[in-house]
């Protein structure tokens, strides 16, 4: 299969652009490792939420591209811990959280980036002590690999968590992944065109801060988004348990744009928040996030089987991985 790298500049930041039969994808890595940008080559149909400017990114990280949240979501009051230690994260003070981790806004290093026989291979690095704001927050040895591989129609993200300690270390893993929707765009999108399915029978109680409560309540939209629930009369804020023995993946369908894109993930990723702005129809976008920890993990009063919670043991590797497959209807 033909595929072909560029090393580019990206908004004045050095960048990889990859091109395979059907994809056109590019990654930042001073930006926290983003894929900031993926498009579906035969109609030339933008996927993800790419910024116009340094600016507009920086203002609203989050929304764009494919942000690594290392650990996910919000912690209360920046604060939790574990075996005996505790660690402190910066915290918004209009919140009163922190939130979405230490790896988001680091400058990782490209470690690798080459043509393969089935595609394109591009690897991004990033070490614990060499970047003072996660030592800070994280005082572990550890390295993070974050490889991205690109086929004819997919791209697969495989996290590898190496530590360098000699003490355990928690951890959780998400992606803020901000999908442009419509994917065909105002001038031909229609949002009642657009649909979600995903399998969680389970969702978090949260309280006024959007904090889980501990408790898992019966998810009162379990049988529409199993079905495929319309992305154009619902809000979403929300934390849903990936149901037990189910395939970890959700499923965004334009029927206008006539794509699919499937997003699955291994079974370290236990959790799914979905936000859209609230619903608010001049948004543009919808984010399918995988977490394998609930958000608040550490501070939430249940076992780690069920919030997520991770333990990388010293010396120990870790792995999680997802994977985009885009489809025509």
Request: aromatic share 10%.
């Amino acid at each position: 299969m033909t595929a072909a790298i560029e090393h580019i500049l990206f908004l004045g930041e050095p960048a990889v652009r990859v091109t395979t039969e059907k994809l056109e994808a590019t990654v930042v890595p001073g930006w926290g490792s983003n894929l900031i940008s993926l498009a579906w080559r035969p109609t030339g149909t933008a996927l993800l939420r790419t910024p116009a400017s340094a600016e507009a990114y920086h203002a609203r990280t989050t929304l764009h591209g494919i942000p690594v949240l290392f650990p996910p979501s919000r912690i209360e009051n920046g604060a939790f811990a574990f075996q005996g230690r505790e660690y402190r994260f910066p915290v918004d003070p209009a919140r009163g959280y922190h939130i979405h981790g230490v790896l988001m806004r680091a400058a990782w290093r490209l470690s690798a980036a080459e043509t393969t026989e089935d595609g394109a291979y591009v690897e991004t690095t990033v070490v614990s002590e060499e970047t003072p704001a996660i030592f800070e927050a994280l005082p572990h040895r550890f390295t993070v690999r974050l490889g991205f591989r690109f086929t004819a129609d997919a791209v697969e993200m495989k996290f590898r968590l190496e530590s360098r300690d000699e003490l355990a270390m928690p951890w959780g893993l998400g992606y803020h992944t901000t999908f442009v929707l419509p994917f065909a765009g105002e001038a031909r999108g229609d949002l009642s065109q657009c649909s979600i399915r995903l399998r969680a029978d389970k969702t978090w109680a949260l309280n006024d801060r959007l904090l889980p409560t501990g408790e898992l309540l019966d998810n009162p939209l379990r049988e529409e988004l199993a079905a495929g629930l319309p992305l154009d009369r619902v809000e979403f804020d929300d934390c849903f348990q990936a149901s037990p023995g189910a395939p970890v993946e959700a499923t965004l369908e334009d029927r206008g744009a006539g794509l699919s894109i499937r997003y699955e993930a291994d079974e370290t990723f236990t959790q799914w928040v979905l936000y859209n702005g609230k619903g608010k129809p001049d948004r543009g976008f919808f984010c399918p996030e995988p977490l394998t920890w609930v958000p608040n993990a550490p501070n939430v009063d249940a076992p780690a089987s069920v919030t997520g919670l991770q333990t990388l043991e010293p010396g120990a590797t870790a792995e999680a991985v997802t994977r985009l497959t885009i489809a025509a209807l």
